[in-house]
Nanobody, 125 residues
């Protein structure tokens, strides 16, 4: 499975950006999907996850109410809509997929099967 993330860019604080991650080469609906991010000098952290069927989502506390993860299994794509962006959201954002038979959100970094190349999000103050 190959994942290709896009949609990053430069935005002012309070603005919005939408990321997308397109999958190819596998059965997309068999994978729970997640977004992680890594800021300079920091470890990669979980941001948001969605179950394989799309019925369950989970967010890190710092983005709850501002970010929304969604997926379209017909288009093999997962999305991350980011609103009310803050400078501390600046990071490289990565999508990742984990094969699963369940409809739980699986967020363990070390368990991800596939990673996309990151896309830079920069929020200016």
């Amino acid at each position: 499975v190959q994942l290709q993330a896009c949609g990053g860019g430069l935005v002012q604080a309070g603005g919005s950006l939408g990321l997308s991650c397109a999958a190819s080469g596998g059965t997309f609906s068999s994978y729970g999907m997640n977004w992680f991010r890594q800021a300079p000098g920091k470890e990669r952290e979980f941001v948001a996850g969605i179950s394989r069927g799309g019925g369950n989502t989970y967010y890190v506390d710092s983005v709850k109410g501002r970010f929304t993860i969604s997926r379209d299994n017909a288009k093999n794509t997962v999305y991350l809509q980011m609103n009310s962006l803050k400078p501390e959201d600046t990071a490289v954002y990565y999508c990742a997929g984990i094969f699963t038979y369940t409809d739980y959100v699986l967020t363990n970094y070390a368990s991800m099967n596939y990673w996309g190349k990151g896309t830079q999000v920069t929020v200016s103050s």
